[in-house]
């Protein structure tokens, strides 16, 4: 069984993100998907395109939340990617 992959898009002090985050690893707990956390300030690229938007949640590369997350848009697009 191939697992979700889950991007947050993120930046330091954004109270939203932490927020975020914390809701994906409690997602985590009923529904398996690796979870990774990038930096946009990391890459001017992603900074330009999300500066305004973050939280930003990929599920396996589909922009599927941002701010205000809507988690269960998350939980459905990964529950899609189990069935």
């Known amino acids: 069984m191939l697992v979700a992959q ?7 002090g954004c109270h939203l993100c932490e927020r975020a985050m ?3 690893r409690r997602l985590r707990a009923t529904l398996p998907f690796e979870l ?9 690229d992603l ?3 999300f500066l305004l938007e973050i939280p930003v949640i990929e599920v396996d ?4 939340a941002s701010a205000p997350v809507d988690m ?5 697009a990964l529950s899609a990617t189990r069935g």
Do not use: Q, T
């Open 6 to 12: 889950v991007v947050l898009y993120s930046r330091p």
């Open 22 to 24: 914390a809701a994906l």
């Open 36 to 44: 990774r956390e990038i930096d946009i300030e990391s890459d001017p």
């Open 47 to 49: 900074e330009r395109r």
């Open 61 to 64: 590369g589909v922009v599927v």
């Open 72 to 76: 269960a848009a998350v939980r459905a």
